[in-house]
């Protein structure tokens, strides 16, 4: 498979390194990167692979898929410039947060094969997932593009657009979620008297290995944690505290202002 990935970013480099490390070869891969240090990283990173400063016919022709990789903001500029070169395209990645199909479509000259994704920064350790949303002129292509995210991660199709949204908030924003409370468990446990060393391992296996049993388990989440928790016990002390502060109905209120965010993003960056 030849791709054109326009941006040179960590995610961008990810998805790169996936494909080369399941075989695809380097000179099949091209990057479009207008700053030059990235350019000089990327050659340094990945040896091998066509870094252009701009979106031509060189960079783009005879790609079987076009990765749209640049931050929102600049998703208008980069479509208009990548437009004339389309029209033999098979299909149109966007990992773009928050930018529509319907309006990149339009800033495409029409363009009607896209595919949008919503991936998360576990990609760049081959662990991510990707909300993916195809557009019904992309029903015959959409594989391909699964194929370039499977590269660094798991895929899950949503029928809707609109629940990228949802996933948004839930997987695309939930690594900071994640991190938000293992650095308040190491936090705790400096402040109980652990050598800072000592509590960061603690937390960080406590996370990896929590996640591995509920992973290797056919019991739910809320089972998994009753299980830890006898009653009048260590666990359920601490359990109490954060039912008392309602940590549970805030973390969900937080994720939906998230989602809600993200809807608002989209009306944004859509506004000619």
């Known amino acids: 498979m030849k791709a054109t990935f326009i941006g040179g970013g960590n995610m961008a ?13 380097l000179r099949d891969l091209r990057v479009v990167e207008p700053s030059q240090a990235q350019r000089e990283r990327l050659h ?17 022709t005879g790609a079987d898929i076009v990765v749209l990789a640049v931050k929102p903001q600049q ?18 990645l966007t ?3 928050g930018v529509r199909c319907a309006d990149l479509g339009h800033w495409l000259a029409g363009y009607s094969r ?22 019904p002129g992309a029903n015959g292509v959409a594989r391909t ?18 629940d990228l949204d949802a996933v948004t908030a839930v997987s695309g924003s939930g690594p900071a979620y994640v991190f938000y409370f293992l650095e308040a468990l190491e936090e705790a446990a400096v402040e109980l008297g652990l050598p800072a060393r000592a509590a960061r391992r603690f937390a960080y296996a406590t996370f990896a290995g929590s996640m591995h049993l509920a992973g290797a388990s056919s019991e739910t989440p809320a089972t998994l944690r009753a299980n830890v928790t006898s009653k009048g016990g260590t666990t359920a002390a601490a359990v109490d505290v954060l039912d008392a502060a309602g940590v ?8 939906k202002a998230a989602a809600a965010r993200a809807a608002a993003l989209g009306d944004e960056y859509g506004k000619d």
């Open 75 to 92: 998703m208008r500029e980069a479509a208009r410039a990548l437009a004339p070169f389309l029209a033999d395209i098979p299909v149109v």
């Open 248 to 255: 549970r109905p805030r973390f969900i209120e937080a994720v």
């Open 13 to 25: 480099s990810a998805i790169i390194g996936g494909l080369a490390a399941r075989g695809t070869p």
């Open 114 to 135: 896209i595919v949008r994704a919503m991936p998360n920064t576990p990609a760049l350790v081959g662990a991510g997932i990707s909300g993916v949303y195809a557009t």
């Open 95 to 97: 990992i773009a947060a």
């Open 44 to 60: 340094e990173r990945l040896q091998g692979i066509g870094v252009h400063p701009a979106t031509s016919a060189d960079a783009v």
């Open 145 to 162: 593009a699964a194929d370039v995210l499977e590269a660094c991660g798991e895929v899950v199709w949503c029928d809707d657009e609109r």
